[in-house]
C-alpha cells in the first residue's frame, strides 16, 4: 500500500529510474553473491551463474549509459 501511494506522487520518470536503478544493483550484487556460494560449495554451475548474473549487470549499465549519452548528445547539453 505504502509503495503504490508513493509511487502515484511522484513522476514515471521517477519510478522507471528507481526501478532501474534497483534492478542494476540487484544484478550487481546477485554475481559475486552466486560465485561466492559457488567457492564456498566448490560448484562450478554456481560460479558459472555467479559469471553469467555479473555480465548481464555491467550489460545493463552500459546500455543504462548508452541510452543516457545519446539522449544527452542528441538534446545537446
Do not use: K, Q
Not at 500500500?1 to 506522487?9: E, G, K, P, T, Y
Not at 529510474?17 to 560465485?35: K, Q
Not at 560449495?41 to 549487470?57: C, D, H, K, L
Amino acid at each position: 500500500m505504502v509503495v503504490l501511494v508513493a509511487i502515484s506522487r511522484v513522476g514515471r520518470d521517477d519510478v522507471e529510474l528507481a526501478v532501474g536503478v534497483v534492478f542494476v544493483v540487484g544484478l550487481g550484487a546477485g554475481g559475486p553473491v552466486c560465485r561466492g556460494v559457488g567457492e564456498h560449495r566448490s560448484s562450478s554451475v554456481w560460479n558459472s551463474v555467479g559469471y553469467f548474473i555479473g555480465a548481464a549487470a555491467n550489460g545493463a549499465s552500459v546500455t543504462v549509459a548508452l541510452v543516457d549519452g545519446l539522449h544527452t548528445l542528441v538534446r545537446g547539453s
